[in-house]
């Protein structure tokens, strides 16, 4: 059957096409490979979960035709699907988004190869999801990395290059970290295979090796998560990339590694040692609700308009593993949904933004005075990716926040759900700054004529602002499919 | 160890064991000196290649973490011969994988080295203090 080798073919199509595109180097076809590809990524991811959910069996391919634990495997199920579905959903909606933002910022005999770049990114992200093999989602995690690293470099502004070299930098000690933990694993267990190294781990977890290859492979993941206080590279690295890369990125590169770090401290290590008997989750929640208040915080002081969102991210990440600490059903749906709910969100909001930059050149807010008057679907977009941001209910922002308050409940830990409100504050901070220099700001005199940016970038943009409020309404996607993964997560494995 | 015990009647046995820790885990303990000495130079150094150096040595306390274990001392490659099936072998996957590591290694330093020159030709400069103080970041 073809769906068999689809998972496969989800992450080996992505890197042929990537070297054609290095080949042909011309803008156009590439373009064109590379949505067609991502495109159908997608559809093939969509296929899978679908399947998945049918018959509730994960699909797992053997690389090669050996069998696991010996070969490599590629492995999904509800999780890595509904991660999947979100990565190549992401990628081929920038793809549509980005032709004009990339044209104005990219030089013209590199926009083929920036194509190359990003399908490279986009298998290496898709790689670590799907895999089953701890060695290979290294091997992934440096294949979106590299390509990351280029894609950040090729912003318009000389700060982009020292922004990249940061993030090469953190980003190389992070999976170097991450790559020690899983040679120290692999020392003690023998084996490379997530599901067999969880079942070897079980009854020796509690010995020195294990303990100090589960601190490298947490510490590690942190740094690509960019968990406070791990995550200076990302605010220079979103704010001076390419627009198109600041919205693929923070909509999907910073996820797939909560993703694995979900899959390491539940799956691998174990519910019953890593949350029970380890500080794991209790530094976790102390660092999350840090980098929500620190990262909100920053935001409310930046004067560019992407640096505040980054910022911003900070904050969200905290959310989503803030989620991980609380340890129980609810709180982990929580963040399962809001890492779909905040890619949507965030994906939106870097979009328009992107259109404002190509429109008046900047996106330092002093120069935004009175735009919404001149570009008033953008900002209109704006404000409602705001309301999302600040969880009023009707938006997607406010589901994740319901599920990961309810989570707190149930720990008891109504003081978390108190900070919970009070950060939202900070965001209608952060976020009503914007809006008031947008609106109720007079455009400077003899300033430039501006219209909206292109239709293809607010479009898209727009569909991701009208999928945070149906998603809103309609948690049937999110939540369904999150609380059957957090089934797999917390009993399944064990 | 029965091959010490015999030789050394009245000798400090823990003293002896402690050596026998800090010799028999030699190769951990050039790993261990290899990943702080990479971090030290990543840490202290501003100059951006003196930087990547570090970030290499870094890298390179991998190799031998992953490797050293993988050689078993009469070990040979695991290659099934008719008639010697219990042969002694070493197992050949670290090997692997760390070859997987090196070509990742080398291209985070083509990139990071790439990426050196061109904020050279930028900003006129390699040294961190000077690059991240120039201009408004904000």
Not at chain 1, 241 to 260: E, N, R
Request: glycine share 10%.
């Amino acid at each position: 059957m073809l769906i068999d080798q689809f998972p496969a073919i989800v992450v080996a199509a992505p890197l042929v096409v990537a070297a054609l595109c290095a080949i042909i180097r011309r803008e156009t076809a590439c373009w064109l490979l590379a949505l067609v590809v991502a495109f159908l990524s997608f559809v093939g991811s969509a296929t899978m979960l679908g399947q998945i959910q049918e018959y509730g069996e994960p699909l797992s391919y053997k690389m090669g035709g050996w069998a696991p634990p010996a070969g490599i495997e590629l492995r999904v199920d509800l999780l890595s699907g509904y991660l999947l579905v979100l990565v190549s959903l992401i990628a081929s909606a920038v793809l549509i988004y980005g032709r004009h933002s990339v044209r104005s910022e990219i030089k013209k005999g590199l926009r083929g190869l920036y194509y190359a770049m990003y399908l490279l990114c986009m298998c290496g992200l898709l790689g670590i999801v799907i895999t089953g093999d701890a060695f290979n989602a290294f091997v992934f995690m440096e294949i979106s990395s590299l390509s990351m690293y280029t894609l950040i470099a090729l912003g318009k502004d000389r700060r982009a290059l020292a922004a990249s070299y940061q993030y090469l930098i953190m980003g190389t000690i992070g999976a170097t970290m991450y790559v020690i933990g899983v040679g120290l694993l692999f020392t003690i267990t023998g084996t490379l295979n997530l599901v067999d190294m969880a079942d070897r781990l079980g009854p020796i977890m509690d010995t020195p090796a294990a303990i100090a290859g589960m601190a490298f492979v947490v510490v590690g993941l942190s740094l690509k998560i960019a968990l406070f206080p791990l995550h200076l590279w990302l605010p220079n690295a979103y704010a001076f990339a390419p627009s198109a890369v600041t919205a693929f990125l923070a909509a999907t590169a910073t996820k797939v590694s909560i993703y694995l770090l979900m899959r390491f401290i539940y799956s691998v290590f174990g519910f019953g040692f890593a949350i029970e008997q380890t500080l794991i989750p209790e530094v976790i929640m102390v660092l999350s609700l840090v980098a929500i208040f620190a990262g909100s915080f920053s935001a409310i002081f930046q004067e560019n308009v992407k640096r505040m969102l980054a910022y911003s991210s900070v904050a969200q990440i905290g959310y989503i593993t803030l989620g991980i600490a609380l340890a129980n059903a609810t709180g982990l749906t929580g963040s399962l949904v809001h890492i779909f709910n905040h890619a949507v969100m965030k994906g939106a909001l870097f979009m328009l933004v992107g259109g404002i930059a190509l429109q008046i050149g900047t996106v330092r807010l002093s120069d935004m005075a009175g735009v919404g008057k001149v570009m008033p679907l953008t900002m209109f977009g704006f404000v409602l990716g705001g309301f999302s941001m600040l969880g009023v209910p009707g938006t997607v922002g406010f589901v994740s926040k319901w599920y990961l308050a309810i989570g707190a409940l149930e720990n008891g830990w109504w003081w978390v759900v108190a900070l919970l409100m009070l950060s939202s504050l900070l965001v209608l901070a952060y976020m009503g700054r914007v809006i008031e220099v947008a609106f109720f700001r007079e455009r400077p005199e003899g300033a430039a004529a501006l219209k909206e940016a292109p239709k293809s970038m607010v479009m898209t943009a727009w569909v991701f602002i009208l999928a945070c409020i149906y998603l809103g309404f309609d948690t049937s996607f999110t939540v369904g499919v999150a609380e059957q993964a957090v089934d797999v997560l917390m009993g399944g494995a064990q | 160890m029965p091959l010490l015990a015999g030789d050394v009647e009245g000798m400090d046995m823990e003293g002896l064991n402690e050596l026998a820790f800090v010799l028999g885990g030699v190769n951990h303990w050039i790993t261990v000196f290899l990943i702080m000495a990479g971090l030290y130079i990543i840490v202290s150094r501003s100059n951006m290649i003196k930087k990547l150096v570090g970030l290499s040595i870094f890298q390179t306390s991998v190799y031998l973490l992953y490797v050293s274990p993988g050689k078993i001392i009469g070990g040979t490659a695991p290659i099934i011969i008719e008639g010697a099936e219990d042969q002694l072998y070493s197992n050949p996957l670290p090997h692997v994988l760390i070859l997987t590591a090196i070509v990742v290694g080398v291209a985070t330093l083509a990139l990071g080295l790439a990426l050196v020159v061109r904020v050279n030709e930028a900003y006129g400069s390699i040294e961190e203090d000077e690059v991240y103080s120039d201009g408004d970041w904000n």
